[in-house]
């Protein structure tokens, strides 16, 4: 199965650069804890493709509504700036 995401490099609030990955997808389950290995699992394989991720987040509709799971720092961000562009996929 192809997942995509986006890979975005921006400038923290400190200045230095924060490398994220956005991941569309979401657990089957939908509890924190599937959803927490899911997004431990894609970050994994998207580090082992040679992307470097230092915060990570799933990206999905739920009852109609764009919502994030992930790094609390990114959720926030993208809660404010909405969802990116797909950038990538990744074989699952």
């Known amino acids: ?3 995509n995401f986006a890979h975005i490099r921006e400038r923290s609030t400190t200045g230095d650069w ?7 997808a979401h657990s089957t389950v939908d509890t924190a804890s599937a959803n927490a290995e899911l997004l431990a ?3 994994a394989k998207a580090r082992a493709a040679g992307y470097k991720v230092d915060q990570s987040a799933l990206a999905f509709d739920e009852y109609g509504h764009l919502k994030f ?3 609390k720092n990114l959720v926030d961000y993208l809660s404010h700036k909405g969802l990116p562009k797909w950038t990538h996929c990744i074989d699952t």
């Open 18 to 24: 924060i490398d994220f990955a956005v991941f569309d």
């Open 41 to 43: 699992q894609l970050t």
């Open 69 to 71: 799971y992930g790094s």
């Open 1 to 3: 199965m192809k997942i």
